[in-house]
């Protein structure tokens, strides 16, 4: 009999010992009986019998990890403090099929500029890079070109975007140079077609992958390029624990796979900006010829006199607009008149948002229909404070009747079906106006598109986080810049803070340098770790954070290397039921972080964040 330590996919559990009479390779998917129900687990390593009773192993796959993923894996659960259950159930395991000696023609012919082919130089003789290109610069081109010698070599590439709403555009750029090479992976792709496409990847017929964040996971055997396209956003890092960062992960495939990695931005991060390692490449200028006014409005009025004369201006000359709102939801609370209350999701301790006659919560997506009066007063004062997505939508169609208005948030993509029909009516012209939130800001190359409008971005310059002037302005440069992509164009934003916008918009390099100045004390120049306390019971959840930050205030003469920044109660105090707490860590070495991770991911009610950038 064979014993082995196995971990329980998706559950945060330290590993178990089964039994087998049979001998299994290690990280090969395997069924078991955990609490009486069957789960799929993952052999970890050969074990001595125990002294306990143990169950035996029921079913044996035959999927099975690469020895790089399993690399992968285990740095992912070191680095971010994660058990390796919870890893392992990101990660697409091998169908262990031979792959066929087919050899992937292709015919592209991909012209370049003379920059082009200075940046394409720099990032041949260089394992690391960077390109820091102006939006329009002709980054997609070297992509190209980068990922044609790689598939030429016989090896696999991997193109990373941070927002699956980008996937169909750039779907159609590469099929023009790679034909159907290349499959698509993401979470709004279908099971059926998953395994389809895992089977033509895992057989070597199309070694271009192109997806978001979890194509990283996909059985890589021969990775030669990876890609990461608007590298700085803050899409890359997931939310949910383990808290890893794709781009991160990405640089350390890369590394791992002795594969060639780039970074591309137009407003890149300051942690890829000053990070030494990177060989960095300045694209200035267009690939196409652009020219854009930048407009401003300081209107209170979301839809103001101003934005709807430029949008009929537009409507005129049968050209498009895109119309950007920070968020799709929480832009729109209803409020009480007379005691100032707002609608607060039972379960959260956040306003609920108004869709149509309900109210939602976009933390744990509890319902409630609409009431004519207010829970608290009783008042019949209710008003809808400032617009969501939807909201904007209905705005405009009575503003504008003739226009032809459409939105593109989450709530839209219930499928990858779905988004391709919104994106493809926009290309073909039957849309006049897009509103969308974060999706429409980056990637999207439409020529007749010559006035966008950038609303509430005041609301996202004044977070209290660190990267709060970065994140803006680049979301501004990003928006910014799917406008004018053929012809001369508008950009109109409103905001009270002109100053700002109208020193940098323009001139992000300027921003870079200025900007690190503020984050002296901050990422890149210094390292963060989160540990977030959750409980049912508010009591518990304060006196564990209180614990927590006694426990490090005395462990200070161990570890003189690290502050307390702050601690007590989140900025949401409670999502799903659940009260929240933080503890605040800083540190200028990051293995010293990890020490601490590792040693605080062992009690029960705390999530470790390391490298956190959302602070809610």
Same mark, same amino acid.
């Given at each position: 009999?064979?014993?082995?330590?196995?971990?329980?996919?998706?559950?945060?559990?330290?590993?178990?010992?089964?039994?087998?009479?049979?001998?299994?390779?290690?990280?090969?998917?395997?069924?078991? !009986?955990?609490?009486?129900? =069957?789960?799929?687990?993952?052999?970890?390593?050969?074990?001595?019998?125990?002294?306990?009773?143990?169950?035996?192993?029921?079913?044996?796959?035959?999927?099975?990890?690469?020895?790089?993923?399993?690399?992968?894996?285990?740095?992912?659960?070191?680095?971010?403090?994660?058990?390796?259950?919870?890893?392992?159930?990101?990660?697409?395991?091998?169908?262990?099929?031979?792959?066929?000696?087919?050899?992937?023609?292709?015919?592209? @012919?991909?012209?370049?500029?003379?920059?082009?082919?200075?940046?394409?130089?720099?990032?041949?003789?260089?394992?690391?890079?960077?390109?820091?290109?102006?939006?329009?610069?002709?980054?997609?081109?070297?992509?190209?070109?980068?990922?044609?010698?790689?598939?030429?070599?016989?090896?696999?590439?991997?193109?990373?975007?941070?927002?699956?709403?980008?996937?169909?555009?750039?779907?159609?750029?590469?099929?023009?140079?790679?034909?159907?090479?290349?499959?698509?992976?993401?979470?709004?792709?279908?099971?059926?077609?998953?395994?389809?496409?895992?089977?033509?990847?895992?057989? +070597? @017929?199309?070694?271009?992958?192109?997806?978001?964040?979890?194509?990283?996971?996909?059985?890589?055997?021969?990775?030669?390029?990876?890609?990461?396209?608007?590298?700085?956003?803050?899409?890359?890092?997931?939310?949910?624990?383990?808290?890893?960062?794709?781009?991160?992960?990405?640089?350390?495939?890369?590394?791992?796979?002795?594969?060639?990695?780039?970074?591309?931005?137009?407003?890149?991060?300051?942690?890829?900006?000053?990070?030494?390692? =990177?060989?960095?490449?300045?694209?200035?200028?267009?690939?196409?010829?652009?020219?854009? !006014?930048?407009?401003?409005?300081?209107?209170?009025?979301?839809?103001?006199?101003?934005?709807?004369?430029?949008?009929?201006?537009?409507?005129?000359?049968? !050209?498009?607009?895109?119309?950007?709102?920070?968020?799709?939801? @929480?832009?729109?609370?209803?409020?009480?008149?007379?005691?100032?209350?707002?609608?607060?999701?039972?379960?959260?301790?956040?306003?609920?948002?108004?869709?149509?006659?309900?109210?939602?919560?976009?933390?744990?997506?509890?319902?409630?229909?609409?009431?004519?009066?207010? !829970?608290?007063? +009783?008042?019949?004062?209710?008003?809808?404070?400032?617009?969501?997505?939807?909201?904007?939508?209905?705005?405009?169609?009575?503003?504008?009747?003739?226009?032809?208005?459409?939105?593109?948030?989450?709530?839209?993509?219930?499928?990858?079906?779905?988004?391709?029909?919104?994106?493809?009516?926009?290309?073909?012209?039957?849309?006049?106006?897009?509103?969308?939130?974060?999706?429409?800001?980056?990637?999207?190359?439409?020529?007749?598109?010559?006035?966008?409008?950038?609303? +509430?971005?005041?609301?996202?310059?004044?977070?209290?986080?660190?990267?709060?002037?970065?994140?803006?302005?680049?979301?501004?440069?990003?928006?910014?810049?799917?406008?004018?992509?053929?012809?001369?164009?508008?950009?109109?934003?409103?905001?009270?803070?002109?100053?700002?916008?109208?020193?940098?918009?323009?001139?992000?390099?300027?921003?870079?340098?200025?900007?690190?100045?503020?984050?002296?004390?901050?990422?890149?120049?210094?390292?963060?770790?989160?540990?977030?306390?959750?409980?049912?019971?508010?009591?518990?959840?304060?006196?564990?954070?209180?614990?927590?930050?006694?426990?490090?205030?005395?462990?200070?003469?161990?570890?003189?290397?690290?502050?307390?920044?702050?601690?007590?109660?989140?900025?949401?105090?409670?999502?799903?039921?659940?009260?929240?707490?933080?503890?605040?860590?800083?540190?200028?070495?990051?293995?010293?972080?990890?020490?601490?991770?590792?040693?605080?991911?062992?009690?029960?009610?705390?999530?470790?964040?390391?490298?956190?950038?959302?602070?809610?």
């Amino acid at each position: 009999m064979y014993f082995y330590k196995v971990a329980i996919l998706g559950h945060n559990l330290e590993e178990l010992t089964y039994e087998s009479s049979l001998e299994i390779k290690l990280f090969t998917k395997v069924e078991v !009986e955990l609490s009486k129900k =069957i789960v799929q687990a993952v052999i970890i390593s050969k074990c001595e019998k125990p002294e306990f009773k143990t169950k035996e192993i029921i079913k044996i796959y035959d999927d099975s990890l690469s020895p790089t993923q399993i690399e992968l894996a285990n740095f992912m659960s070191r680095y971010y403090a994660a058990n390796i259950s919870l890893c392992l159930d990101s990660f697409v395991f091998s169908k262990n099929l031979e792959k066929t000696t087919t050899k992937i023609c292709s015919e592209t @012919n991909i012209e370049l500029n003379e920059k082009q082919e200075q940046c394409l130089k720099s990032i041949q003789e260089n394992k690391m890079n960077l390109i820091f290109g102006d939006t329009g610069s002709g980054k997609t081109e070297i992509y190209a070109k980068l990922i044609d010698e790689c598939i030429k070599s016989g090896k696999q590439a991997l193109f990373l975007m941070p927002e699956i709403s980008l996937t169909p555009q750039m779907q159609k750029r590469m099929k023009v140079y790679f034909k159907d090479s290349f499959i698509t992976w993401h979470s709004k792709i279908t099971k059926a077609k998953k395994q389809k496409d895992l089977i033509e990847f895992e057989l +070597g @017929n199309k070694p271009l992958v192109i997806g978001a964040r979890s194509a990283l996971f996909l059985p890589f055997t021969n990775l030669g390029l990876i890609i990461v396209d608007e590298e700085h956003d803050n899409s890359y890092k997931s939310s949910k624990y383990p808290c890893y960062n794709a781009r991160d992960l990405a640089i350390y495939l890369a590394s791992i796979s002795n594969a060639k990695i780039v970074l591309g931005s137009a407003t890149p991060s300051l942690q890829s900006f000053f990070n030494t390692n =990177i060989n960095k490449f300045r694209l200035k200028g267009t690939y196409f010829k652009s020219e854009k !006014e930048i407009l401003f409005d300081s209107d209170n009025e979301i839809i103001s006199p101003y934005l709807l004369d430029l949008l009929e201006e537009n409507l005129e000359k049968k !050209e498009q607009s895109m119309i950007f709102l920070p968020v799709r939801g @929480n832009y729109r609370q209803v409020v009480c008149k007379d005691c100032n209350t707002r609608k607060i999701c039972p379960n959260c301790s956040v306003p609920m948002s108004l869709h149509n006659k309900t109210y939602k919560c976009h933390y744990c997506g509890k319902k409630e229909y609409l009431k004519n009066t207010c !829970e608290n007063c +009783g008042s019949t004062m209710l008003e809808s404070k400032i617009i969501g997505t939807a909201q904007l939508c209905e705005n405009l169609k009575i503003a504008l009747p003739s226009a032809r208005i459409a939105k593109l948030d989450s709530d839209e993509l219930s499928s990858n079906t779905k988004l391709k029909e919104i994106l493809e009516e926009f290309e073909l012209g039957n849309i006049d106006i897009l509103v969308g939130t974060q999706l429409i800001s980056k990637g999207h190359d439409y020529k007749n598109v010559t006035f966008c409008a950038i609303l +509430g971005l005041d609301e996202y310059l004044f977070y209290p986080d660190f990267k709060a002037r970065e994140n803006t302005l680049a979301l501004a440069i990003q928006v910014a810049g799917r406008a004018g992509r053929s012809k001369k164009a508008k950009v109109l934003i409103n905001t009270q803070n002109k100053d700002f916008f109208e020193k940098y918009l323009t001139n992000y390099d300027e921003f870079l340098e200025d900007e690190k100045l503020y984050r002296n004390n901050y990422p890149p120049f210094k390292r963060l770790l989160r540990l977030i306390i959750s409980s049912t019971n508010e009591m518990e959840a304060s006196n564990l954070c209180d614990e927590l930050a006694n426990h490090l205030k005395n462990s200070k003469e161990n570890y003189d290397d690290y502050e307390i920044i702050g601690y007590g109660k989140c900025a949401i105090e409670k999502i799903d039921k659940k009260y929240r707490y933080y503890v605040l860590i800083r540190s200028s070495k990051k293995i010293l972080l990890s020490k601490l991770a590792s040693h605080y991911k062992k009690l029960q009610k705390v999530t470790i964040d390391i490298d956190p950038i959302h602070f809610s």
